[in-house]
């Protein structure tokens, strides 16, 4: 509230100026104030720029130097394969994007692929048909997005303990169910998937980008878009204001978890095989690229464009120290700088906003 | 006595008479000689225990409790280590096994070996394969003063461990793909793509560093730009995703031989391998695993074989190691006792796994 008074007072400094009769003092007075708002409103924006336009930066910096390291790097071949490995976690991330940005967040990502990825190889070993398979998968998925939504919308849960009790559920129910084992999944034109392109265009990357799309659309110039941003940034003034809001968020893990699932099968597809360990590295990628996009924790600030380029440093980096044949450690390291990275950029944010 | 040759034909082949009387002569010394020896060959093998062949005279009491603490209840080679363990005491008879599962969680494994010891155990098998939390469990079993071994896993300092030759398997896994490279590409130098594993220890890349040996024996000079290390992390996923970036620096038309740190990984290369659009491509697979096995068989076109771990012997080996080692306390025992596993071809394959 202190913030709110302060930032309220050019308007009644405006108001004010241009009456006569005021001492020195006074206008003196009303001229700092103005410089101080003016200066506030500066840093804001720098910090905003720092954010949207220090991520591209961060991109060009990382593109240039893998180019400048590697002479594989920029091919034609190359980029769109590192197209194709990042957009797994390109279809989970811009979903989860807009659940961050509702002020929810759902870390089973990786055990609803696990979980799928057996079921569809269990199924798949008992003679069902693949396809139908993957549709129950996908269902199976939507499903576990509505235990995550209820629990933590209607029993008032945070939605990080909830999905932190999913992933452990999930996880586990996929590890008993394979025995741990690895089981060989494909046929029917199931690879086309995972493995197939229209053109020279992979498929996983054609459903990153109409995924993409559709939600950058919907999240920037529809309703329900407006209404995710409002119940991220004040629930009960979005309540208020007419939006469904709970049923909202539970609609945002049910797209989260099947996005997983979707994601699930598109791995299977690709490996031609079923296996409870698929997710274990997509939950740390899928929440950095959120952050790094530009996605506020505490909810009511994200975009897709910032996704989208957070999606693309981490399949740059994942290409590149493949490539230069880095250490896993180094990967990892340079993921958890990134996070941190872009964590103290929101807190800047947040800051100048005061 | 008769001592000579009768015959003028058996001559040839009997002895002098001289000679059976020096024989006669040396034979109490030769019998003196053998039951000192027998008894020094009783010290020697006192010393060094035959570690990895169970019998029952290990059992020095009439029963040993054994505890058996291992990462997961369920996956296949952790389940067939498990089933060698239970068969070898089973044949010995004087062993009851305790068995605890952490699921792959350091602190439940170090909590497990508590309650194992509380139990009364006097020996401990360990099969985890998380580095980080062995001293603590190591730590655990110095305190009660229970002697143990690693099924690796991973290593666990200050007692033996039990596993794969992983360097020496590797080795061989790697001979076996170059030599079947040259024999169908003759005039072909191959692009070595190898999954490695660094995060699981220096036992593990062992098994990376020793495909590639025997690979650059077999293709000497193979030029560096030629060997792809590609990081895994034991996964299928990761290595995919690895290796697909890493084979943008391999021309297409190339030959790949492929070998990774099990059989995942090295399932992982090969759909990577086939999605760059190789078609020469020869695959090694490592561990032998069901799924491993499953890859012999139906891409038969590709997989020369897969290298076989033999868990079962692990089990064995691992359970004769600690009797040892509770039977003869101070004992030197080898740091490593390897089993080397043998390469399944697809008609081995195919009398256990194809269909």
Partial sequence: MKEDRVLA?????????????????????????AEGVRRVARNRNFVRRLQSQGLVLVFIVVFVIMWVSSPYFLTTGNLLTAASVVSILGIMAVLETLLVIAGEIDISVGSVMAAVSVLLGLMAAAGMNIWLAAILGLLFSAAVGVINGVVTVYFKINSLVTT??????????????????????????????????????????????????????????????????????????????????????????????????????????????????????????????????????????????????????????????????????????????????????????????? | MRTGCSTKSQRGRCAPTGVWLLLLLLLPMALGVQALSG??????????????????????????KIGYTVFSGTQPFADLVGTGIEKAAKSIGCVTILKTIDNDTGPTAVSNVKTLISEGINGLIDFNILEPYQPAIAKEMKSAKIPGDAVIGATLPGWPGVGAKDYTSAYKDGLYLADQAKKRYPKTVPYVIGGAEDTSGPLILGRYTGA????????????????????TKGLETTAYSNALSALSKVPSGSLVLLTGVNDEATGGLFKAAVARGFKKILVNSYGGD??????????????????????????????????????????????????????????????????
Wanted: glycine share 12%; aromatic share 8%; charged share 15%.
């Fill in chain 2, 212 to 231: 590639l040996a025997a690979e650059q024996k077999v293709y000497p000079g193979l030029p560096s730009s030629h060997i792809v290390e590609v990081q």
């Fill in chain 2, 39 to 64: 008894s020094a060959g009783a010290a020697t093998k006192s010393a060094v225990p035959p570690f990895t062949h169970p019998t029952k005279a290990l059992c020095k009491r009439a029963n040993y």
């Fill in chain 1, 9 to 33: 007072q050019p308007s009644v400094v405006a108001t004010t100026n241009a009456g006569p009769g005021k001492t020195f003092r006074e206008l003196e007075d009303e001229r700092l104030a």
């Fill in chain 2, 290 to 355: 069901t799924y491993g096995m499953s890859q012999v068989c139906s891409q038969s076109n590709y997989y020369v074989g897969a290298w076989y771990l033999e868990p079962l012997v692990w089990g064995r080996d691992a359970l004769s190691v600690v009797l040892d080692e509770i039977n003869n306390p101070g004992m030197h025992i080898p740091k490593t006792v390897g089993v080397l596993g043998a390469e399944i071809v697809r008609s081995g394959a195919e009398k256990l796994h194809c269909k």
């Fill in chain 1, 164 to 354: 932190l009790g999913t992933y452990s559920i999930f996880l586990g129910l996929a590890y008993a169910l394979s025995s741990t084992s690895t089981v060989s999944v494909g046929g029917q034109g199931f690879d086309v998937l995972g493995s197939g392109s229209v053109g020279s265009i992979p498929v996983p990357v054609l459903f990153f980008v109409g995924i993409w799309l559709v939600v950058a659309v919907a999240a920037r110039h529809s309703r329900l878009g407006r209404h995710v941003y409002a119940t991220g940034d004040n629930y009960d003034a979005a309540v208020r204001s007419g939006v469904r809001a709970d049923l909202l968020r539970v609609g945002l893990f049910v797209a989260v978890a099947t996005s997983a699932g979707l994601a699930g099968i598109i791995v299977t597809s690709e490996l031609g095989a079923a296996a409870p360990q698929i997710g274990t590295s997509y939950l740390l990628s899928v929440i950095t690229a959120v952050i790094l996009g530009g996605a506020s924790l505490r909810g009511g600030r994200g975009r897709m464009v910032g996704t989208l380029v957070a999606v693309a440093i981490l399949g740059v980096l994942q290409n590149g120290f493949a490539l230069l044949q880095f250490s896993t450690y180094l990967e990892d390291t340079v993921l958890g700088c990134l996070l941190i990275f872009a964590v103290l950029t929101d807190r800047l944010v947040r800051r100048a906003e005061r």
